[in-house]
């Protein structure tokens, strides 16, 4: 059964070369004796429901299209991991669509398409579920490069001590877009999807890009705060 609106999150981009801004997830540890528990693999319906109310509260309460806009980028810096890419466009980055920030992109749909209808417009709990039930984290990855197929071919590993994790899926990249200003001509996106079986949510990571030619960019992160 599919929700009264149509929720499309921005999922499935592609791998790439060049100089890379990479979205990745994991880590964990903790922190002056607050335990930290890194990304949410497990989530009850219960909290569920809550992250989506999180994430339709500001969308509700937004009065104007430059409110929205800030209510969006808040959200992308939320499992935004290195570079700020309006300050840094190749820089390296990457946006982490854990479970969580699924919801919280579904309850914001939720709050937009309430005031647009002017009625309560609610996810139905089987879509809710599906999310809850995800194998997968997805990691999108930016990159930068000299020619519109400067992505084509790059892989993706996650290591995590001695363990090297490999994707269970790799969407293919965007074609390169216009890079406005210094750096290389292009940017292009892909993402990669690790299963939660794989890897540990909580622990150190790096993120290993492995070119066409042979030459890596790695990425050291922890990432325990991440949800």
Known sequence: MRPAFTIAPRAARRAGLGVLMIAVAMAGGLVTGNPVHGIDVKLTMEEARKILAAGR??????????DVKKVLQQASLATRVGADPVKDPCGVSAILRTKRYRLEAFGRQEGTESKKQKREVRMPDEYIQKVVDMPNLEIEVQLCGDDEYFAEGVQIALQQGSKTVKPVDVSPPDKGRKNEGAGPAYRSRFTARFAYDNFDPNAKTKIIVIFPDGKL???ETDFSKVK
């Open 57 to 66: 509260s500001p969308m509700e309460t937004a009065n104007s299209p430059e």
């Open 217 to 219: 960019s790695e990425f």
